[in-house]
């Protein structure tokens, strides 16, 4: 514990209400609008070794063969690119690791978090020969942060995940979002089906009412009766940046069901330290155990037959979103399968990693 609760006072310690989590992330101090760079992102090998020839599918290591106004033509850019998005009026901040016929679009958490806390994946899809691709949303770490809170929604977002498929010339790829992502995932496979290959949806359920249903239990279950009581009295109060309230989530909750690792991943740390506040509290909310943002009224349980795409869902034992949850999405689906992480939490790519790859390169291998 003394490592994360060090990075709490060091960097955001008033905000660890909106820190990990699932559905949505946590909260860092927001940006300025920005130029989006080409900071280092995720780091991967480039072998294939899995069943695709990814030697015969080799895309070139520059920003881009025809001008777009960002990258030089034929300017080797180690993978980054920037997008247009909005029309043209911002930029994110993309990532190519590794080469592969099989092209998977990374789409992280939050609302508001940063890519990093998906490095893991980089650590296991290249070197099996799938070309991956990590992205910053708009408004997060490397991509622009405009002060314009009409941006943040799920239909705005939603159209920038096609934006940057489309600058990217993604076809017939693999979407894989993990938790906020995962509602983004959704969204995108009900709007457009017909680009996709495969869909893997991570740590998210369809709906934030089994959210809900979800962390209230866990929140009863692991909290001793007296940590509970004070926890309820602080958020009946909203007192969310209250030193005790974050010390009690934190150590309690957060250990527990976010990450079961001590200390944390790097990339987590970083992740959290590149949070967007305003964002996630606009959509979500000021606390992970309510839902109080424009994110409130999101359920796509009845829609959830519409998807035919090939689709995994993964998920764990300990995590935010139920497990009986995560199978009974796959059951609504007609070509999707479950699979459970028996020691993974909320990030089960970093604490259950042997079961969390496993699923996913044998799902990758079908599509």
């Given at each position: 514990m003394t490592n994360r609760r060090t990075f709490l006072t060091t960097t955001a310690a008033a905000t660890v209400t909106t820190l990990a989590?699932?559905?949505?992330?946590?909260?860092?101090?927001?940006?300025?609008?920005?130029?989006?760079?080409?900071?280092?992102?995720?780091?991967?090998?480039?072998?294939?070794?899995?069943?695709?020839?990814?030697?015969?599918?080799?895309?070139?290591?520059?920003?881009?063969?025809v001008p777009d106004?960002?990258?030089?033509?034929?300017?080797?850019?180690?993978?980054?690119?920037?997008?247009?998005?909005?029309?043209?009026?911002?930029?994110?901040?993309?990532?190519?690791?590794?080469?592969?016929?099989?092209?998977?679009?990374?789409?992280?958490?939050?609302?508001a978090f940063s890519h990093e806390y998906l490095e893991a994946i980089a650590a296991f899809l290249p070197e099996a020969g799938y070309e991956i691709y990590f992205y910053d949303q708009l408004g997060v770490n490397n991509s622009d942060q405009p002060d314009d809170t009409s941006l943040w929604t799920v239909p705005r977002y939603l159209e920038e995940v096609e934006e940057v498929r489309r600058a990217l010339g993604l076809d017939q790829f693999v979407l894989f979002g993990h938790s906020w992502g995962g509602v983004l995932a959704i969204e995108y496979a009900l709007k457009h089906p017909l680009a996709l290959k495969g869909l893997v949806i991570s740590n998210m359920v369809a709906g934030m009412q089994a959210y809900l249903q979800r962390i209230n239990h866990l929140k009863t279950?692991?909290?001793?009766?007296?940590?509970?009581?004070?926890?309820?009295?602080?958020?009946?109060?909203?007192?969310?940046?209250?030193?005790?309230?974050?010390?009690?989530?934190?150590?309690?909750?957060?250990?527990?069901?976010?990450?079961?690792?001590?200390?944390?991943?790097?990339?987590?740390m970083r992740s959290f330290k590149h949070l967007n506040k305003s964002i996630y509290v606009q959509m979500q909310g000021p606390?992970?155990?309510?839902?109080?943002?424009?994110?409130?009224?999101?359920?796509?349980?009845?829609?959830?037959?519409?998807?035919?795409?090939?689709?995994?869902?993964?998920?764990?034992?300990?995590?935010?979103?139920?497990?009986?949850?995560?199978?009974?999405m796959a059951r609504l689906m007609p070509n999707a399968q479950a699979a459970i992480c028996p020691n993974g939490s909320h990030l089960s790519m970093w604490d259950d990693q042997a079961a969390y790859f496993g699923h996913l390169l044998r799902f990758l291998a079908t599509v």
């Amino acid at each position: 514990m003394t490592n994360r609760r060090t990075f709490l006072t060091t960097t955001a310690a008033a905000t660890v209400t909106t820190l990990a989590a699932a559905p949505m992330g946590a909260a860092a101090a927001t940006g300025t609008t920005g130029k989006a760079t080409g900071a280092t992102g995720a780091k991967g090998g480039r072998g294939a070794t899995g069943a695709t020839a990814a030697s015969a599918h080799k895309s070139p290591d520059i920003a881009a063969t025809v001008p777009d106004g960002l990258n030089p033509v034929g300017v080797r850019t180690a993978g980054v690119r920037l997008v247009p998005v909005v029309g043209g009026k911002y930029k994110v901040w993309t990532k190519r690791v590794g080469n592969g016929a099989t092209k998977v679009l990374l789409l992280h958490g939050g609302p508001a978090f940063s890519h990093e806390y998906l490095e893991a994946i980089a650590a296991f899809l290249p070197e099996a020969g799938y070309e991956i691709y990590f992205y910053d949303q708009l408004g997060v770490n490397n991509s622009d942060q405009p002060d314009d809170t009409s941006l943040w929604t799920v239909p705005r977002y939603l159209e920038e995940v096609e934006e940057v498929r489309r600058a990217l010339g993604l076809d017939q790829f693999v979407l894989f979002g993990h938790s906020w992502g995962g509602v983004l995932a959704i969204e995108y496979a009900l709007k457009h089906p017909l680009a996709l290959k495969g869909l893997v949806i991570s740590n998210m359920v369809a709906g934030m009412q089994a959210y809900l249903q979800r962390i209230n239990h866990l929140k009863t279950t692991l909290l001793p009766a007296p940590l509970l009581a004070r926890v309820n009295a602080l958020e009946n109060a909203q007192d969310y940046e209250n030193p005790e309230y974050e010390q009690i989530v934190m150590e309690h909750l957060y250990a527990k069901v976010i990450c079961r690792l001590d200390p944390w991943p790097d990339a987590l740390m970083r992740s959290f330290k590149h949070l967007n506040k305003s964002i996630y509290v606009q959509m979500q909310g000021p606390s992970e155990f309510q839902v109080s943002g424009s994110l409130k009224d999101w359920e796509r349980w009845d829609r959830l037959h519409e998807i035919r795409t090939r689709t995994l869902i993964l998920g764990a034992t300990h995590d935010t979103m139920d497990p009986e949850d995560i199978k009974r999405m796959a059951r609504l689906m007609p070509n999707a399968q479950a699979a459970i992480c028996p020691n993974g939490s909320h990030l089960s790519m970093w604490d259950d990693q042997a079961a969390y790859f496993g699923h996913l390169l044998r799902f990758l291998a079908t599509v």
